[in-house]
Every structure is written in structure tokens, then in C-alpha cells.
């Protein structure tokens, strides 16, 4: 008898599913990276557009535009990247299963809790860096923000006028007018000063001037080679006078002392303060990287999409489900501020209701494929052929 090469069984290897995993890490961050980008240009587009408007009516000084622009995008920045965070594993679930990839995982025994390691390799580092920012350095920007238009308002009038441009004093009793403003030096070009003092209103006009500080720090705008027509209004006997040299003060604005605002503290030192209205901002800051994971965990089960119909649906609940828990936390930090509600609940109660909805929405995902695994081995040992 030939002897015949012994059979031996092959025992079945663990499923590794490693490299979906990263596979689906690297769709998480390409989708959030996409999403992201959209919704910086919006905002970055509509605060450019207010400051600019801002600018144009003459609130702010046109060099401060940029400055604030970038403050204005690092305060916006926890917010936004919590929105991308959501909606990049919300689109990456909901296309695996549109494309019934999730029903051949589900068959093959990887269930949905399993989905929760690769969702949070990506969203730790999210959270760390939203941590960071609600923590350090929105405070900061928001603090350089408020010095920088402080400085901005408090430079005398020649120092804010814009060339080319109508600028009102600050005490409202004259306006200016400068053409050009030499760069490397003191001098301006082609004024225009119109004033009104003692009911008579004076009209002065120069081809160039220059700005002169005193040794007890007086500061003139000083006309070179001018005309001053002065007179009353509705009457004929204007008088015209021409000089050579014609002085006018420069009054320095007062320094503003701005009242502290909770945004703007550190976060050591609202911790140290500890009144109802810094807790309320403490709370917030700390909030922000808690929701953005727990809203990372809600797209799990959120994600849910059946094939044969639209996804418009869980769409419509996720967006129904982050309104309501940004608002709720809005809302219980106002609380914490008037005083209606203890500190500790308005940090984790609204945490903790958020948390327990996502539980229940497991459990209920869980439960669903379990009953219909549980079918279909029924009908299929119904529908077996007997022996």
C-alpha cells in the first residue's frame, strides 16, 4: 500500500484587523482635514468681513485687521475641531455602511464595540490638542485680542488717521483729512483740518506738516504753509488767513482700564478666584475636550445607515443631538454663573446624561444585530434539507 501524506487539520487564526484599522484611522483624518478646512474658511471669511466692515466705519484701525483676524481664528479653533471630530467618524461609519462593509465585519464576529479602539486613536490626539487650546491658549489669544484694540483705540488722532481717509477726533471737535504720511520720517502731506471752536468754525488746509513733541511731552500737528478760513455759519465776513507756521495740540487719549473678563484669565487663575461666574468659564473650558470625546463615542452608533434607503436620517438625529448637548452645556454654565446650580453638576450632569444616551444607543445596536444574527441561523436551520 503507498503510503499517503498525513492530512492535518487547519486551525483557524484570530481575525486581524489591524490594518483595517489604521485604514479607517487614515479615512478619520483625511475626512476631518476636509471638513475642518471648511469650516475655518467660513468663519475665517465672515470675521474677516465684520472687521473689515469694522475698519471701513472706523472702530478699528485698518493695520489691526490681520492681528485680530488670527486671535479671533485661535479662539474658534476648540469649537471647530469638536464639529470635525463628530461629523469625520459620523461620514466614515455611515460610508462603510452604505458600502455594506460593516455587515461583512459584523458576519465575520467583529462587533461594534470594537469600533470603538480605532475611533479613539483617532480622536485622542483631537481631544488632547482641543484640551490644549480651550485650556492655554484661547485664554491667551482672546487676552492679546483685547490689549491689542486697547492700544489700538488709545493712540492720539494723527496716529489713527488713515491716509486718504475723513477721521474724527476722539473728543468729536475735529475732523482730519491727511493725503499721505511719510513712512521714514514725521511728516504727512495735504492736510485738511476742519474744527469748530467758540460757535465759529475754522477751516485750515496745508500742503505738508509735521508732528513736533515737546520736552514736557506735549505733542502738536504743526501746518507748514497754509490758509485758515474761519467765520459763523449763514453768514458772509469769513476771514482768510494765511501762515506759515500753525500749531494744533495733540491730545492723547486716556488710557482705557479694561475690567477683568473671566475669558480672558488663565485657567490657574480662575481656579484661584473661584467665584460662581469663573467657575462657569472653568467649567466651559473643561467641558470642550469632554464633549468632543464623548461626541466622537455618540458617532459609533449614530452612524447607523441601511442600505436600501437614505442616510439622510441619522444625519438629521445628529445634528438634533449635538444642538441640544452644546446648548444644554451652555446653558447649565449659565446656571453655574447665577448661582441655580452646584458646580459639580453643571460639570458632569450634562456629561453624564450625554454618556448614558450613548450606552443606550449601543445597547441598542448591539441588541439589534444579535437578534438578527439569531434569525437568521433560525431560518437557516429552517430552511437546512433534512437528511
Known amino acids: 500500500m503507498p503510503d499517503y ?5 487547519i486551525k483557524s487564526k484570530p481575525l486581524r484587523t489591524g490594518i483595517f484599522h489604521r485604514a479607517l484611522v487614515s479615512e478619520f483624518a483625511g475626512n476631518g482635514l476636509l471638513v475642518f478646512a471648511v469650516l475655518i474658511g467660513i ?43 463628530f461629523i469625520s467618524v459620523l461620514l466614515t461609519l455611515s460610508r462603510c455602511y452604505r458600502d455594506s462593509e460593516m455587515a461583512v465585519w459584523f458576519c465575520a464576529g467583529v462587533g461594534l464595540a470594537r469600533w470603538i479602539r480605532p475611533v479613539l486613536w483617532y480622536a485622542v490626539p483631537v481631544v488632547s490638542l482641543i484640551a490644549l487650546l480651550s485650556l492655554v491658549l484661547s485664554p491667551w489669544a482672546l487676552k492679546k485680542a483685547d490689549e491689542f484694540k486697547n492700544k489700538l483705540e488709545n493712540r492720539d488722532d494723527v496716529a489713527s488717521a488713515i491716509p486718504g481717509a475723513f477721521r474724527e477726533s476722539k473728543q468729536a471737535d475735529r475732523v482730519y483729512f491727511i493725503e499721505k504720511v511719510s513712512a521714514d520720517s514725521n511728516r504727512v502731506g495735504n492736510i485738511f483740518v476742519h474744527s ?41 465776513d469769513y476771514r482768510i488767513v494765511e501762515f506759515e507756521r500753525y500749531a494744533i495740540r495733540i491730545d492723547s487719549a486716556p488710557a482705557k482700564q ?22 462657569a468659564e472653568l467649567e466651559w473650558r473643561l467641558g470642550l475636550p469632554i464633549s468632543a470625546a464623548l461626541l466622537a463615542l455618540l458617532a459609533i452608533p449614530l ?14 438625529l445628529a445634528i438634533v443631538l449635538y ?28 456629561h453624564a446624561v450625554m454618556l448614558a444616551i450613548i450606552l443606550l444607543m449601543f445597547y441598542r445596536r448591539m441588541a439589534m444585530f444579535s437578534l438578527r444574527r439569531l434569525f437568521a441561523k433560525k431560518r437557516t436551520h429552517t430552511e437546512a434539507p433534512s437528511p
Open 323 to 350: 444642538m441640544f448637548y452644546s446648548n444644554m452645556i451652555s446653558v447649565t454654565n449659565a446656571w453655574v454663573g447665577q448661582g441655580k446650580l452646584s458646580p459639580g453638576i453643571g460639570l458632569w450632569g450634562i
Open 303 to 316: 452612524s447607523y445607515v441601511n442600505p436600501r434607503a437614505g442616510r439622510s436620517l441619522n444625519l438629521v
Open 196 to 236: 469748530e471752536q467758540n460757535g465759529k468754525i475754522g477751516t485750515m488746509v496745508a500742503r505738508q506738516g509735521l508732528q513736533e513733541t515737546l520736552p514736557n511731552g506735549d505733542r502738536f500737528l504743526v501746518l507748514l504753509n497754509g490758509t485758515r478760513y474761519e467765520g459763523v455759519p449763514g453768514q458772509l
Open 43 to 85: 468663519v475665517v471669511v465672515s470675521q474677516l468681513i465684520r472687521l473689515l466692515s469694522d475698519a471701513v466705519s472706523g472702530k478699528i484701525a485698518v493695520e489691526g485687521v490681520l492681528a485680530l483676524l488670527g486671535f479671533s481664528a485661535i479662539n474658534y479653533l476648540p469649537v471647530l475641531l469638536s464639529i470635525s471630530l
Open 258 to 279: 479694561g475690567l477683568p473678563w473671566a475669558r480672558t484669565m488663565s485657567t490657574p487663575d480662575l481656579w484661584r478666584s473661584r467665584t460662581t461666574w469663573h467657575l
Open 5 to 9: 501524506p498525513q492530512t492535518h487539520r
